[in-house]
């Protein structure tokens, strides 16, 4: 069965800092890999993808994230945190077709960003 | 633009009552999805369908039933409500296909049980 790890329940970097958010996947299958973007009080948004073909995946706000197949990881990062970036990050494994196309969640990683 | 929509986007309600928290999308999806997440914590399905005249149970196990009369609507109704099922529910939905692909979220439904 597929599952999903997030290291790390709460990240702190300052303005400006890299941001480097890990998840570590486990899949029977060739694995759909997702990050998404929570604020306060609304639904999740999606920020990136992987699929098939490159394995460094470029997404909205300018979060990036490599597929690493030999690590099961797929680590969320951005060059320059700015403030607006604070919220819950969720990372997550399509569950494939014998799992009825479900996404498994990871338990969340808060970002705060400090001035 | 994907538009999925949840109402009432907040719900104070006392023990007993019967709820239905609303949720519509008009991108056509056959798959939607309902969550449950408490504050600050993963999300857990509790109840998806494939398409019309189709329900399912989710991982988390729920006292809330789930109905898909309609592809666009899939509401989820809570006959007594408890203080146990103060939380965050969310409504999602996704394109056919083997794998669940994106899925897009509501903006979800805070209930608190009084």
């Known amino acids: 069965a597929q599952s999903v790890t997030q290291l790390g329940s709460h990240v702190s970097v300052s303005e400006g800092a890299l941001v480097l958010l890990r998840c570590n996947y486990s899949s029977s299958v060739p694995p759909y890999l997702f990050w998404y973007v929570q604020y306060p009080n609304q639904g999740l948004q999606l920020l990136l993808k992987y699929t098939t073909g490159a394995t460094l995946v470029k997404g909205i706000n300018g979060f990036e994230a490599e597929f690493k197949k030999s690590e099961t990881s797929f680590h969320l990062t951005k060059p320059s945190a700015h403030m607006s970036d604070a919220a819950e990050y969720f990372c997550?494994?399509?569950?494939?077709?014998?799992?009825?196309?479900?996404?498994?969640f990871g338990q969340g990683t808060e970002l705060s960003v400090k001035p | 633009e994907a538009d999925i929509y949840q109402t009432p986007r907040y719900l104070v309600i006392g023990t007993g009552k019967k709820i239905t928290l609303e949720c519509s999308q008009t991108?056509?999806?056959?798959?939607m999805y309902w969550y449950q997440q408490d504050p600050g914590m993963e999300l857990h399905l509790i109840h998806y369908s494939y398409g019309v005249n189709s329900t399912e149970k989710g991982d988390l196990s729920s006292e809330s039933t789930v109905s898909r009369i309609r592809t666009e609507h899939f509401p989820l109704t809570l006959e007594s409500a408890r203080p146990s099922h103060t939380s965050q529910y969310l409504c999602a939905s996704s394109e056919p296909g083997p794998g669940s692909g994106e899925q897009y979220f509501g903006p979800g439904t805070r209930l608190t049980v009084t």
């Open positions: 991108m056509g999806h056959d798959k």
């Open positions: 997550a494994v399509d569950g494939g077709s014998n799992q009825g196309g479900k996404l498994i």
